[in-house]
C-alpha cells in the first residue's frame, strides 16, 4: 500500500471516529447544562410554592389552575404540598399527584406513573409543610436529543467534504516525495549528484543527506574500482611483456647455460607477477572496505609470531636479522581494537619493505610502545623527496634491487586509517636508517 493510500485510510478511518467521541462529548456536556438549568428551575417554583403557601389559610385541599406553558409543561411538570400530618393542602392538577416522601431532602430520581422523574422535596423551616415539584426526565432527554441534532445534520452534510479536503491536502503534502521519485527515475546509472536537500520538507531532509551520502560512498567506490582497473591494466603489460620475452628467450636458448640464465629470468618475472597480483587483491580488499566489520582487542604476540615466520625465508636469503622489542614489564605493548587479520597484512607489508631494502647482513627491528610501534631498518636514510612520495601506488624509489609492486606502504597506510591510525615514515635520530611509526593521534 502507498504511503499516500496508507495515510489517507487512517485520516477517513480517525476523522469518524473522532467525529463520534465529540459528538459524546458534547451531548454529555449538553445534558449536564439542560440538567442544571431544569434543576434551578424546578428549585426556584417549590420556593416560589412554599412562599405562596403563608397566605393559605384554609386547610381544605387546593387545585391550581391551568398555567400559561405550552402542552410539554403540563405532561412533563408536577407540583405538590403536604402539611405535617402528611395530608396533601396543593396539587397543581388532577391524576398527577407526586409520592410524599417526609424523610427526603433535595433532588430524588424515581419511576412515578411508568416514567423516570426527578423530583426536588423542600421542607418548611418549622416543618409544617413540604413541597414537591417533579419534572419527568423525558422531557431533558428531548431536549438535550434536540440540541445534539442542531449539530449532528450539519457536521454530517459537511463530513464528506471534510474527507474531500482531507484528500486534497494529503496528495498535496506528499507531493515533494512524487516529485523526487520522478527525478530519481529520470536519472542513468552513472549519475550520482546530489539530490538537493535546501527547499525540501523537514521530514525528507534527513533522508535526503542520508542518500546523498550513499551516493558520495558509491561515486568514490566506483572511483577506486576504475582507479584499480586502470592501475592494474598499466601495470600488469609490463610484467606481461617481460615474461612473454623471457619465454622467447628460453625457448630459443641454444645451449644449457643460456637456458638456465632464461629460466631464472622467467622465475624472477613469475615472482614478481605473484606478488603484484597478491598486493592489488590486497588492495582491492581494504579499498573497498570503508569501516571495520569485526572489531576486537588485538592480541599481539601470535600476530606478530606468524609476521615473522612469513617475512623469514627473504630475511634470511638477505641475511638480515630480525627483532622484537616488548614494553618492560608487565605494560600492555599498543592496546588496540581492530581487525587482526588487516593488521597481520599491515606488519607484514612494513616488515617486509624493512627487510627488503636494508643493506645485506644488517638487522631489523619492531619495537612495541604503549602509544603504537615502529619498523625500522639500518643503513642509509631515504631522501626527503623519496619520502614524501612514500605511500604513492606503484611508486618505487630509483635503484632498488629487490623487486616490488610499490603497493605496500598504500596498503598499510589503508589499513591504519580503517583503525584510525597514522603511519609516519622517517629516519632515525641519529639520521640513519627509516623508521615506520604507527601510532594513534
Sequence with gaps: ???????????????PIVWAVALVASADRARTEVNELFDTEIIRLARQVQATLVGVSSPGQVLLGPTQGGEADLADLAVAVWNAEGRLLLVDREGVQLPRRSEAVGFVEMDFSGDPWRVYYLQSPRGEWLVAAGQRIHERDELVWNLVSSQLLPWLLVLPILMLAMAWAVRQALRPVRTLTVELQRRSADDLQPVPAAHAP???????????????????????????????????????AALRASWDVQRRAGDAAERRQAEARLGAGLDRMDRLVS??????????????ADAAAVDWPPLVEQVMTDVLPLAERRRIELGCDWPPGAQAPFPLRGDAGLLAVLLRNLIDNAVRYAPEGSAVSLRFTAGGLTVENDGPSLPAEDLAHLGERFHRPEG??????????????????????????????DGTGVVAALSAP
Design 1 to 15: 500500500m502507498s504511503l499516500q493510500r496508507r495515510l489517507l485510510v487512517y485520516l477517513l478511518l480517525c476523522a
Design 202 to 240: 523537514a521530514e525528507l531532509q534527513p533522508m535526503l543527506l542520508a542518500m546523498n551520502g550513499l551516493f558520495a560512498r558509491i561515486e568514490a567506490t566506483l572511483a577506486r574500482e576504475r582507479r584499480f582497473t586502470a592501475d592494474a591494466a598499466h601495470e600488469l603489460r609490463t610484467p606481461l
Design 279 to 292: 598486493q592489488m587483491l590486497a588492495l582491492s580488499r581494504v579499498d573497498a572496505t570503508d569501516r571495520l
Design 400 to 429: 632498488q634491487s629487490e623487486g616490488g609492486s610499490g603497493l605496500g606502504i598504500s596498503i598499510a597506510q589503508r589499513i591504519a586509517a580503517l583503525h584510525g591510525l597514522t603511519l609516519v615514515y622517517r629516519a632515525r635520530n
